[in-house]
């Protein structure tokens, strides 16, 4: 399936399109390292772009740039912004584990969390309503690797806003 034709992804990124990121002052100090896409995001990034800029992790596509994601410009800001993944379109919220369960949090991180989290935090039920599992599975995944190489998720620098209740049974 295309990223462009998979309706669930295109309806995930019409969720956030409305919210303008005023706040962000364009530092990508903690936002913009190595985010990670969806199968679907990379395989359409990967066909638009050089596939050398992504790089696999277990089960999980990233973007390269561990300092600082290799589409971000000190001067003109994100170069992908139109195609940027999912993950960024949503930071600094994200859905991360902790003890078992699944929480969207906010990463205190970043310098302007309380702002952002006011215009995220109310569209959690919509995001819900919109994953599925195999995007859930995909997180779970992700989770994993962000675990050991995102410094603010190991360090435990962010703050819990409510658990994940999605549209599907989990197990």
Known sequence: MNWEDNSKIQQLYKVSEGIVFSECMGCSEHCCRMPEMLKEEHDFMSSKFDDKKFKKIRDTNFILG?????????????????????????????????????WWCIYTTCSKCVELQEK????IPKLESLITRDIFEQYVNQDIVAKEAYGAYKNKQYRKISKFKPSFQLI
Not at 79 to 84: C, D, F, G, L, T
């Open 66 to 102: 561990y300092e600082q994601c290799i589409f971000f410009n000190e001067k003109s800001g994100c170069e992908i912004y139109k195609y940027r993944p999912f993950v960024c379109r949503i930071f600094p919220m994200d859905l991360l584990e902790e003890d078992g369960e699944y």
């Open 120 to 123: 995220l935090e109310p569209l």
